[in-house]
């Protein structure tokens, strides 16, 4: 996933370019992957991370990780590396954020509903769900690559009951 910054926001994600839709990707009632305004910032996206047993354990703005009470307690802990913040529990990743020139950054999650439900949102997403070149969503038997979701409340919402529907 990339934000791409311009007078309205503009996440890409997996070739498909979302614009002005303040949730991108949404599970059941839970947004996963927000847009919000930030003063000061403009525009970056926000993520809650939950671990599988639907514990909150931070919440990431942007390129921050911001750790709530019951992270800390699970030992959540960040690493930054030159160009590279990394999000981990128990030692496993759980969330990247590679900075990129400018104020342009890539997200990679596995990210956890607090349902307990696994949504993986990478450069090299799973088959089922992106392409293996992380180019196109995959829906059903249909490859979606290159589309534009202009002004939606949700770009993809995904249901428990194994639904999904676009542009919302």
């Known amino acids: 996933m990339r934000l791409i910054y311009q007078s309205s926001p503009a996440v890409n ?8 839709v303040p949730v991108v990707l949404q599970f059941d ?7 919000v305004s930030q003063q000061g910032l ?17 919440k990431v703005n942007g390129t921050r990780v ?11 802990r960040m690493r930054s590396l030159p160009n590279l913040t990394v999000c981990e529990l128990a030692g496993r990743t759980l969330f990247e954020v590679h900075h990129q020139p400018g104020d342009a950054f890539r997200l990679e999650a596995e990210l956890a509903t607090p349902t307990g439900y696994f949504v993986k ?7 089922s769900v992106i392409r293996s070149d992380g180019q196109s969503l995959r829906v059903g038997g249909l490859m979606m690559s290159g589309n534009v ?8 919402l995904l249901k428990s009951d194994g639904s999904l529907a676009l542009g919302v």
Not at 13 to 20: C, G, I, K, Q, R
Not at 66 to 76: E, L, R
Not at 121 to 127: E, Y
């Open 13 to 20: 994600l997996a070739s498909n370019v979302f614009v002005n």
């Open 29 to 35: 009632e839970t947004p996963l992957i927000s847009v």
């Open 42 to 58: 403009g525009y970056t996206t926000e993520i809650p991370i939950y671990r599988s047993d639907g514990t909150y354990l931070a």
């Open 66 to 76: 911001y750790p709530t009470d019951a992270g800390k307690s699970a030992g959540i």
């Open 149 to 156: 979701f202009n002004g939606c409340r949700i770009g993809i």
């Open 121 to 127: 949102v990478s450069a090299k997403p799973l088959p």
